[in-house]
Every structure is written in structure tokens, then in C-alpha cells.
């Protein structure tokens, strides 16, 4: 047994020593915050070996202090840290998680240090944080431990590797120091205000096992000073801190922090948390996919009479998992019914989406988009596990009856994989979108005061931020402005929020001082302006879920419009994919916009470019599926006749082509002003 109060007595020597021969220059990359936890406690940027003896000093030899610049001076030298770990994690990682600490998927912070006893103790201690909505930080053997037992670990796992010695936990603290001053409004150099902010706000734990250094041990007793309660689940004992069985860690810790939450199992044999909801499954990962332009897919929630829904049924009509081919693709369709007193039918499609989330939830499942372009894989991994497609009817309802017991009284999901039957339920599916496409289409921007706000999305892609109004639906094509509103009501404190206009900054472009101050904040900093209504200035962010993308080709002075479906080359040497790799992922591209297919027939597309005039070329699939409407919006807008004039694949494959075709039609776009 390893007396604390010896160790820390050694380890502060240790340090103090160690600052003593501290030489050279070091720094953190991206970064506002210097050496976060030196810079908060003193308020002065620390970046040599002098100034860190003077934070050091100034401290009262504070050990964070002390292990913050020895560590910052290692790293420096050594570079950035190997696979898997982190090492110091970036302001804008940082923002990232922060929105996770405020939408309920994150209900605290753990660090968790050392070696356990044995793999699997490793393993059932982070799968009990995981699930109980907890990101955690890891430091030293804890790390090989966990890959030992075939854990994996990463940030979008919410198991963040920081380094391979427990020292590395310096850059939780670092973390809780820019939170501080990021969200918290404290004052780099009021370290009083820091570490009461911390005691009162940060719900943040530490879990030791075996293999702490002297040092190490100084520098974990000093996260008491943060309030934070360190729980030994090894050899240490004394000076408060709290000896525990690595069993009873997580909920000992929670209970301290007053941490509260109820995790009911979903009986299924894969593991369901939101920390998992931020993975991938690779296509050498999966076993079977379904969607993703590879086969027919769709999701779809209705409400229904109490008596024609069975809570709980699930349904798998066609094949299920034993008797698919490794590797295929195979066509799905969700149908989930609902009843409740309080459910609404306009409530439909703000529920729908909350089968992205749920699906993700699973281990071994993953969710891309919306309606019917939705991509889902399930890996090898879990289909070893004995998951099915019923498991996956099994997780989304038990999910819906979780996350909306005062709104749903009953639900049953038929999971259809038979070719035929998804076709055909596609159908009746696309006539609902269209129903509910309907409802907002007659509403104009001009009628509204405020708009909505989509983040949905910041799983795959944290700074994007869709604006919603009732003229521009949301880039995937799902979201009207109603069903943002909708939302709201139902989940204040959801991805879908108010987003008041304020003072019009530039009526043609579509800019609003509120939407550039919510848009800001949304994105962490990265967009300080958004445009709604043009694609040369100021566009809005992309994630990937668009439906198509609008670009621009300045050799014909218009736009083309590429699907997401189109699988061939466009007149921009690109094809959609190559598109969205290029703007995806949160990325603000002026000449490149993901927009919805509806947004293309809306009298705000191109508004600032001159409107729907410059539509040059666009996949004959999507041409035809819009034709009526798009016939119609030409008509309105004084060009009758342009609908033959804008090019399809058939007609024009490469700019030349197009530049001829155009040239030969009399393209109104050629006699327009030109845009560059």
C-alpha cells in the first residue's frame, strides 16, 4: 500500500527540481489560451523556461503548474504525440465537445489514470462510463489495457487517449481551465475565480489505478484543489483520497459529483450509448450496408390510432442478417408508427430524425442522412455479437419510448429488406415528404421574424450550422422551417433553435445581423458571416448530408446543380463525390453551396447572383424529377422556355460541350453580368 502523503511529498521535491533545470522555448498549436492552466491561474502567457519558473513561483509551486510547462517542454521537442494518443487537444476539439456538454449526450468529465489489474477491468470500468454519458481521458497503461481487451479508443468514442504516461492528464485540466475561460467568463490571472468555478461547475471525476510516479501522485492529489474527488482503485491511500473496488468507481464518483442518470438496458447484444455516436464503421468494418446511393433505402415515422399500434412490435419483413452475403448491399426500409395522446401528425418528421441519433447510439451501427437517402452499416463486429436487423427495430423504439415517455404511449417498427416491398413502401413515403414539403411551400422569408437553426449534423461535421427558413429549406432536404419550429417546442434545448433576423445587413444577399451573431456561436468561432441567399459570398456551411450541390462555372458565367444520386462526371472535371470531399465537413466554400432539391424551384436560389437564370446544367434524373415545378418557377420568373435550355449529361459531359450547347440555345445565363 502506497501512503499518499509520502508520495506527494517526494513528487512536489521532484518537480521542484525539475523546474530548476527547465530550459528552452515551448508552446501549444491552436491555441488562444498559451499554457491553459499557467495562463488562467496567472494571466501571463508562458512560452520559456523563465517564465515558467515565474508562474511556478507566483503558484506557490503548484504541481499543475509545474507539470503543465515540463510537459509542454517535452512535447515540444518529442513533436506531435504517436497513434492513438491525443496529446493537447485543440481549442477548436475543444468547442466540439462543448456543445456535447450542453445537449445532455455528456453529463460530466472523467480522468481515469494508471493500469488496472487486467484488461477486462479496464474494459467494464469505460463501457459503464460510456454508457452512463461520461467523457472520459485517459493516461497511461489504461490505454494499452483497453486495446488489450479490444476496446477502441478516440475522441469520437468519448474514450480520449491523452498519452502514454499519466502525466498526460495534465491536459485534462487544461481542458477544464479553457472551459473556464472559454464558457465561463473567468478572467486569465483570477485564479480564485478558477478554481471556484471549477468546484461549482466542473462535474468532473478521477480514477487512479497502479503505476503513478511520485510526481504523478502530486499532480492528481492537486486536482483536489478543483474540487474534483480522485477514487483510488489501486494501492494508494490517505489524504481524502477515496479508496474504491474498480466495480464501484463510476457510480462512487458520479454520486460525489451529483451526477444523476438512468440508464435502462435495451435487450440487445450490442452496447448503446451516445458515445458512440460520433464513430465510423469503415467499409472493410462492415458487414452489410444499406443505402448510400449502393441500394434503395428510406426511413419513415407516422403517427396512428392507439389501436393500430402493438408498443413495443417489431416486424423484419424479407431477409434478416443470416441469410445476407458479407460485404452486400441490401435495400431497407424503417417504418416506425407511433400513438399518443399528445403526439401531433406535424410532429412526424421532427421525431423521423431522431432515428439518425438512435441508430448511432448501437456500437455497432451507423446512420448517415435523412428520408430517403439514408446510408446505414452494421459491422462485422456486432453481427458476431448476434445483432440483427430486428435489433434494430428493438433499439429505436425503446429509444423513442426513452427520450419521449410524455409524448408517445406506444410505438412498433417493420424493418422491410425484401427489394420489392421497400419500392413499394418508398412510394407511399415520398408522398408523405411531399405532403409535408407542401405545408411550408406557399410561406416567404418576409413573413417570419425569426428563423431556425439545424445542428444536427455537428456529430459528422462540428462547425456546420444549417440557417432554416421558409423559403430555404435545410441543405439534406428533411428540415422545413415548421419542422424547426416543431421541434422547439418539443425540445427547447434541442438542434433545432430560434434564430431571431434582426437589421438586414444586405436584403439581396440574405445577411442578418442575427444570423451571423447566432451562426458565430453555433460554429464555434469559425464563421463570422453566412449569406442565404448567395453562393459567391459568405455561403452557407456544408456538412455531407446535402441533397445536391450548386456550383459555379465561371467559363459560362451560371451555376450547375449536381444530386447526390448522379454517379457520373460533371462539366466541372468532378463528379458529386469528389464535390462533397471538397466541401464537406463543415467547410464554407464561396462558388460551392449543398443545398435541397426544393431550394432549387425556391425564388431565393441564386438571389444574389441574379436567380434562377444562371441554372446552366444539371443530371437529366434530377431535371425530370423537378420538371413540373421547375417548369412552373421559369414561367413566374419571365423565362418560359429555359427549362430546354439548361443541359443535361446527355447533351454536355465536359465545359465545352456545355459552352457550345449554351452558346447554340442562347443560354439567358451568357448575357448576363458577369460573375467574376
Avoid at 412526424?348 to 456500437?363: A, D
Avoid at 456529430?459 to 422551417?481: K, Y
Avoid at 454517379?567 to 464554407?588: H, K, V, W
Wanted: glycine share 10%.
Amino acid at each position: 500500500m502506497i501512503h499518499v502523503e509520502n508520495a506527494i511529498i517526494l513528487g512536489k521535491e521532484s518537480l521542484k527540481e525539475r523546474m530548476k533545470h527547465l530550459s528552452g522555448t515551448f508552446s501549444y498549436e491552436e491555441t488562444a489560451y498559451h499554457l491553459p492552466v499557467s495562463y488562467a491561474l496567472t494571466g501571463n502567457a508562458v512560452h520559456s523556461a523563465d517564465e515558467a519558473r515565474a508562474a511556478f513561483q507566483s503558484t506557490g509551486e503548484n504541481p499543475l503548474v509545474a507539470v503543465e510547462c515540463l510537459t509542454a517542454a517535452a512535447e515540444t521537442t518529442a513533436g506531435k504525440a504517436p497513434p492513438p494518443y491525443t496529446g493537447f487537444l485543440p481549442d477548436a476539439v475543444l468547442r466540439t465537445l462543448g456543445y456535447s456538454l450542453v445537449d445532455g449526450s455528456i453529463l460530466g468529465l472523467a480522468a481515469v489514470a494508471g493500469t488496472p489489474q487486467s484488461p477486462d477491468a479496464a474494459s467494464a470500468l469505460c463501457r459503464e462510463l460510456q454508457e452512463k454519458y461520461m467523457l472520459t481521458f485517459l493516461s497511461g497503461g489504461i490505454v494499452d489495457s483497453l486495446r488489450g481487451a479490444g476496446v477502441r479508443v478516440g475522441p469520437e468514442l468519448r474514450l480520449v487517449p491523452l498519452g502514454e504516461s499519466p502525466s498526460s492528464a495534465i491536459h485534462f485540466i487544461d481542458i477544464l481551465a479553457r472551459v473556464a475561460m472559454m464558457f465561463g467568463g473567468v478572467t486569465p490571472g483570477d485564479g480564485e475565480r478558477l478554481l471556484s468555478y471549477a468546484r461549482e461547475r466542473a462535474r468532473a471525476i478521477a480514477i487512479v489505478f497502479p503505476g503513478l510516479t511520485d510526481e504523478e501522485t502530486a499532480l492528481f492529489d492537486a486536482f483536489r484543489l478543483l474540487g474534483i474527488p480522485i477514487l483510488s482503485a489501486g494501492e494508494y491511500e490517505g489524504n481524502e483520497w477515496i479508496r474504491v473496488s474498480p466495480s464501484e468507481a463510476v457510480r462512487t464518483g458520479m454520486d460525489l459529483k451529483g451526477i444523476k442518470v438512468s440508464v435502462t438496458a435495451i435487450p440487445i447484444p450490442m452496447a448503446c450509448s451516445p458515445a458512440f455516436e460520433g464513430k465510423s464503421i469503415r467499409k472493410e468494418e462492415m458487414f452489410v450496408e444499406f443505402g448510400g446511393g449502393r441500394s434503395t433505402a428510406f426511413e419513415l415515422l407516422r403517427s396512428r390510432p392507439a389501436s393500430e399500434v402493438e408498443d413495443g412490435r417489431i416486424r423484419v419483413i424479407g431477409p434478416e442478417i443470416g441469410e445476407m452475403r458479407q460485404g452486400s448491399a441490401v435495400p431497407l426500409g424503417i417504418i416506425v408508427e407511433v400513438a399518443g395522446k399528445a403526439m401531433k401528425k406535424e410532429y412526424e418528421p421532427v421525431l423521423e430524425r431522431r432515428i439518425h441519433n438512435f441508430v448511432n447510439y448501437g456500437e455497432g451501427t451507423w446512420h448517415v442522412a435523412q428520408r430517403d437517402i439514408i446510408w446505414v452499416r452494421i459491422s462485422k463486429e456486432a453481427v458476431s455479437h448476434g445483432v440483427k436487423i430486428e435489433h434494430l427495430g428493438k433499439l429505436i423504439a425503446a429509444k423513442f419510448r426513452m427520450d419521449f415517455p410524455d409524448l408517445l404511449d406506444a410505438v412498433q417498427v417493420t424493418l422491410i429488406t425484401d427489394e420489392q416491398g421497400v419500392i413499394s413502401a418508398k412510394r407511399e413515403a415520398e408522398e408523405i415528404y411531399a405532403e409535408r414539403d407542401d405545408r411550408i411551400r406557399g410561406m416567404r422569408d418576409t413573413d417570419v421574424d425569426c428563423f431556425y437553426s439545424c445542428t444536427l449534423c455537428q456529430t459528422f461535421a462540428p462547425n456546420h450550422v444549417c440557417i432554416i427558413t421558409p423559403e430555404r429549406p435545410a441543405l439534406c432536404g428533411a428540415i422545413t422551417w415548421l419542422d424547426g419550429k416543431i421541434a422547439y417546442e418539443i425540445a427547447p434545448s434541442g438542434a433545432n433553435q430560434p434564430v431571431p433576423k434582426g437589421k438586414v445587413i444586405d436584403a439581396e444577399r440574405g445577411e442578418f445581423e442575427g444570423v451571423n451573431r447566432f451562426v458565430k456561436k453555433a460554429s464555434h468561432g469559425e464563421v463570422d458571416r453566412c449569406s442565404l441567399y448567395s453562393v459567391m459570398e459568405y455561403p452557407m456551411t456544408c456538412c455531407g448530408c446535402f441533397e445536391c450541390i450548386a456550383v459555379l462555372l465561371p467559363e459560362v458565367n451560371g451555376f450547375m446543380v449536381v444530386n447526390r444520386e448522379f454517379r457520373g462526371d460533371t462539366p466541372s472535371g468532378m463528379s458529386f463525390s469528389t464535390l462533397a470531399g471538397t466541401i464537406g465537413g463543415g467547410a464554407q466554400t464561396p462558388g460551392f453551396a449543398g443545398i435541397s432539391k426544393a431550394f432549387i424551384v425556391s425564388d431565393r436560389f441564386l438571389q444574389a447572383e441574379g436567380g434562377i437564370g444562371r441554372l446552366v446544367w444539371m443530371p437529366s434524373m434530377l431535371r425530370e424529377e423537378l420538371r413540373e415545378r421547375l417548369v412552373q418557377k421559369l414561367e413566374e420568373r419571365g423565362l418560359a422556355g429555359m427549362f430546354e435550355k439548361i443541359a443535361d449529361e446527355n447533351v454536355a459531359e465536359t465545359i465545352e460541350d456545355l459552352t457550345a450547347f449554351l452558346a447554340g440555345v442562347n443560354h439567358p445565363a451568357l448575357g448576363m453580368k458577369q460573375l467574376l
